[in-house]
């Protein structure tokens, strides 16, 4: 039953808003999709905690790495022609900010300290 909801949904071709409490809404969306505002917070949350303030540059491309990429998931629908431009948009979004992420941050220094703590060999 819920299939067809959702089926019928999609054929309405309407968009629900957010906060929407309409059953027929809550069941087209993917449970993944109701909750990727709380994962991209997460993970915005743990780059702006991890990420030292001594380079901005770096945190900022990772920041719009994690945006970049959930709105990538978002309108991953090319099939549908609302969300193809919107798509494109997102992926050369992205594009740019692992750029960013490859020019601004150095992980040399973290690579090693994970080398350093695998090394069970020599683990002094």
Same mark, same amino acid.
């Given at each position: 039953?819920?299939?067809?909801?959702?089926?019928?949904?999609?054929?309405? #071709?309407?968009?629900?808003?957010?906060?929407?409490?309409?059953?027929?809404?809550? =069941?087209?969306?993917? =449970?993944?999709?109701?909750?990727?505002?709380? @994962?991209?917070?997460?993970?915005?949350?743990?780059?702006?905690?991890?990420?030292?303030?001594?380079?901005?540059?770096?945190?900022?491309?990772?920041?719009?790495?994690?945006?970049?990429?959930?709105?990538?998931?978002?309108?991953?629908?090319? @099939?549908?022609?609302?969300?193809?431009?919107?798509?494109?948009?997102?992926?050369?979004?992205?594009?740019?900010?692992?750029?960013?992420?490859?020019? @601004?941050?150095?992980?040399?220094?973290?690579?090693? #300290?994970?080398?350093?703590?695998?090394? @069970? =060999?020599?683990?002094?």
């Amino acid at each position: 039953m819920a299939a067809a909801r959702a089926k019928s949904f999609r054929l309405r #071709q309407t968009e629900c808003e957010e906060g929407s409490t309409d059953p027929e809404c809550a =069941e087209s969306k993917p =449970e993944a999709t109701n909750s990727s505002a709380y @994962y991209e917070d997460l993970l915005l949350g743990i780059i702006d905690g991890t990420t030292g303030s001594f380079n901005g540059d770096c945190r900022g491309g990772l920041a719009e790495t994690v945006r970049s990429t959930f709105s990538v998931l978002d309108n991953i629908d090319i @099939y549908d022609p609302r969300k193809l431009s919107k798509f494109s948009l997102s992926n050369v979004g992205l594009t740019e900010a692992t750029n960013v992420v490859y020019a @601004y941050c150095d992980v040399s220094h973290l690579v090693s #300290q994970f080398v350093n703590l695998a090394d @069970y =060999e020599n683990y002094e």
